[in-house]
C-alpha cells in the first residue's frame, strides 16, 4: 500500500502545484481531509468541527480536517444530501480533498459518487453556515468533487450480515440498507469516478462473529471491508488460515479468483487479528489504522 499511495501522493502534489500556478491570481489552493461517519452518528449535522463520533478534535488525523456527520440511522439516499453539502464546500474549485470513512460512511461515500459523482456542482467557497451548506465563489461550475483518494476503515459497502439475521434493530432504516444483498444492489461499486479506494479491514472478531464469514471485525467481514465484488459476500480470511481464501493486498483478486471492485485496494489485512471495528471514542479500533494513515498522508 505504501509505494502505491506515495505514488499517488506524489501525483496528486505535482498536480496540485501545477494548480497553484495556473489559479494564484484567481484564488488559493487549499486540501482539505473530510471524515464521513458510520451508522449511531454522534456529530452535529451542518458542523464540520464536530468529531464526537470519532474521539478527540485535537488529534492530528489529515490536514484540515472537517467531520462530516450524517445521522447514521436513516436511509443512505435520504442522508446523502449532507455529504454532497460536505463535498461541495470544501472539493470543489481550486480546493481538493482526501476522504477517510467508517463502516456505513463507505456505503454513505460509494453511493454519493456513483449516484452524483457526474453531476453538476457549483463552486463553493469552504465557508459553512450553520447547516453546513457554503457560499459560491465565482458563479461558475463543474462536474462531480476534487478527490485525491479514500481511506475506508471497516467498510461497509458490501453490507454486514448482523443485518441478514437482525442483530440489530430492525426498524431502523439504515439496518435494511446494511443488508448484504442490498447493500450491494444499492449502486454500481465499480463505478468510483475513477477515484481510488484504500481499504483498512480489522479481524479482531468476538463470540458472535460466528454470524459474520471469514475473518471479521466484529461487525464487518473480509468480503465487505477489502472490497470484494460480487452481489453476495463470502468467507474471506488471513493467509494464516487454511480453511478459507485468502483476501489478497492490493487490487489482485482474492484466492479462489473473486476480484475486487475497480479502485478498490486492501492497505490494511488485519494479520496480527489486533483490531477490532469501535472507534470507542478516541479513535480506536481501525480507524487507528486510518487515522494513521490520513495524517501521513492527507497533506
Same mark, same amino acid.
Given at each position: 500500500m505504501k509505494v502505491g499511495k506515495r505514488f499517488?501522493?506524489?501525483?496528486?502534489a505535482v498536480v496540485t502545484g501545477f494548480c497553484v500556478f495556473g489559479f494564484s491570481m484567481f484564488g488559493h489552493t487549499t486540501n482539505y481531509s473530510l471524515w464521513i461517519n458510520g451508522r449511531t452518528g454522534g456529530g452535529q449535522l451542518g458542523n464540520y468541527a464536530d468529531f464526537t463520533y470519532w474521539g478527540p478534535n485535537a488529534t492530528a488525523a489529515g490536514v484540515n480536517k472537517k467531520s462530516v456527520n450524517w445521522d447514521g440511522y436513516n436511509h443512505i439516499s435520504d442522508q446523502s444530501y449532507l455529504v454532497r453539502n460536505a463535498l461541495d464546500c470544501h472539493c470543489t474549485g481550486t480546493n481538493w480533498c482526501?476522504?477517510?470513512?467508517?463502516?456505513?460512511?463507505?456505503?454513505?461515500l460509494g453511493y454519493t459518487l456513483a449516484m452524483y459523482g457526474g453531476s453538476t456542482r457549483t463552486k463553493k467557497n469552504a465557508v459553512a453556515n450553520s447547516s453546513g451548506v457554503c457560499g459560491t465563489t465565482d458563479g461558475t461550475t463543474q462536474t462531480g468533487w476534487n478527490i485525491k483518494w479514500v481511506d475506508a476503515g471497516g467498510g461497509a459497502a458490501g453490507g454486514t450480515?448482523?443485518?441478514? @439475521?437482525?442483530?440489530?434493530?430492525? $426498524? !431502523?432504516?439504515?439496518?435494511?440498507?446494511?443488508?448484504?444483498?442490498t447493500a450491494r444492489a444499492l449502486y454500481d461499486h465499480n463505478n468510483t469516478r475513477g477515484t481510488m479506494f484504500y481499504m483498512f479491514a480489522g479481524a479482531k472478531?468476538?463470540?458472535?462473529?460466528?454470524?459474520?464469514?471469514?475473518?471479521?471485525?466484529?461487525?464487518?467481514?473480509?468480503?465487505?471491508?477489502?472490497?470484494?465484488?460480487?452481489?453476495?459476500?463470502?468467507?474471506?480470511?488471513?493467509?494464516?488460515?487454511w480453511f478459507c481464501n485468502d483476501l489478497t493486498l492490493g487490487t489482485a483478486a482474492n484466492e479462489g479468483g473473486r476480484a475486487k471492485w475497480t479502485?478498490?485496494? @486492501?492497505?490494511?489485512?488485519?494479520? $496480527? !487479528?489486533?483490531?477490532n471495528h469501535y472507534t470507542s471514542g478516541n479513535w480506536g479500533g481501525v480507524i487507528s489504522k486510518v487515522r494513521a494513515d490520513m495524517n501521513t498522508y492527507a497533506q
Open positions: 499517488a501522493a506524489v501525483v496528486a482526501y476522504v477517510a470513512t467508517h463502516s456505513a460512511g463507505d456505503l454513505m450480515e448482523l443485518s441478514d @439475521v437482525g442483530s440489530w434493530l430492525l $426498524s !431502523e432504516p439504515l439496518v435494511s440498507d446494511l443488508k448484504t444483498s472478531g468476538t463470540l458472535y462473529s460466528g454470524l459474520l464469514p471469514g475473518q471479521d471485525d466484529e461487525v464487518i467481514a473480509y468480503h465487505s471491508a477489502g472490497g470484494v465484488s460480487g452481489s453476495t459476500g463470502g468467507g474471506y480470511c488471513n493467509p494464516s488460515d479502485n478498490h485496494y @486492501v492497505s490494511f489485512r488485519d494479520d $496480527s !487479528e489486533s483490531v
